[in-house]
């Protein structure tokens, strides 16, 4: 590793090269080391949980660290079939990138891989990055990890010490790691929206894009982790009534003839008024006409 391309007083890269130097060694059942020109680039491998469909594989991860590590959490993916999760795309738990809010400080590299192992046999339940393959899928995939080969680090199998070999004691550094990792929640993280799941976690300017990574070329089925997207169709419309058209109400037969005596009853009188005169004015004249013959 290029050392001199670092400042040593930063906080990232002091704690980066005291993990690198506390995992120098590999154990029975993990190793960690970053990358010879990249210090926030790391692989790991780590041998699969047993008393699982995992027992006897081994499989092998990249790791993406922020420059405010540790104070900001790492990007998770693994690069070996596994079943578990989805290949070249960071991990959504509680220890990753996904989750800064449950995220502390005193996590170390080691003890995001410990809490991997662990978190192997759980089910997926449509986390980001979670594969549900059967167990004898799984038991395939084991069984065939041991041949696979890293582009960076080679065969996975020289990685890590074969069971027995390792008669180390366990230092104080690991085994605080190791109830670090026992304490971590494995439930499922809260879901993210599709927005979030686009933008993703922030990373470093170091990591690469894992669309760019090369796609899956072992023929294993990749679970769909986003439902196709459903256009909403609006409900259908109630056809408009037409207006009602508006009615003129014709007032009954009753009304109609008391209206038509009501208004023919002013000419009637003055009918009878008139003729009432006219007998009047008939007898006024027949006086002066008896009147004249007895003068005469």
């Not at 050392?3 to 990232?12: G, I, L, R, T, W």
């Not at 009432?276 to 004015?281: I, N």
């Amino acid at each position: 590793m290029a050392q001199s391309q670092y400042n040593f007083k930063n906080p990232a890269v002091k704690r980066l090269m005291r993990e690198a130097q506390e995992l120098k060694d590999a154990t029975e059942q993990y190793s960690a080391q970053p990358l010879d020109d990249n210090l926030f680039e790391w692989h790991f491998t780590f041998r699969g949980p047993s008393d699982s469909d995992f027992d006897g594989g081994m499989y092998h991860g990249r790791i993406i660290l922020p420059p405010e590590y540790p104070m900001k959490p790492p990007s998770i993916m693994l690069l070996t079939p596994n079943g578990r999760f989805e290949l070249h795309k960071k991990i959504c738990l509680s220890i990753s990138g996904y989750h800064p809010e449950s995220w502390q400080p005193s996590w170390s590299i080691r003890t995001a891989i410990l809490a991997i192992i662990g978190f192997m046999p759980t089910k997926g339940e449509g986390a980001i990055g979670a594969l549900d393959y059967s167990p004898q899928e799984r038991k395939n995939l084991a069984k065939k990890s041991s041949t696979w080969s890293c582009q960076c680090c080679g065969s996975i199998k020289q990685l890590l010490k074969e069971p027995g070999q390792d008669s180390h004691q366990k230092t104080e550094s690991e085994i605080r790691d190791e109830e670090l990792a026992k304490q971590i929640n494995f439930s499922k993280p809260k879901t993210q929206t599709k927005s979030e799941s686009e933008k993703g976690p922030s990373t470093s300017t170091t990591e690469e894009d894992s669309s760019s990574t090369p796609p899956n070329t072992d023929g294993l089925r990749q679970r769909q982790t986003s439902p196709p997207e459903i256009s909403s169709i609006p409900p259908p419309t109630t056809p408009q009534q037409p207006a009602p058209q508006t009615q003129i109400q014709q007032p009954p037969p009753q009304q109609n003839a008391q209206r038509h005596q009501e208004d023919s009853t002013p000419f009637m009188l003055i009918i009878v008024l008139s003729v009432v005169l006219a007998v009047l004015l008939l007898r006024r004249l027949d006086r002066v006409y008896d009147l004249r013959g007895n003068l005469f």
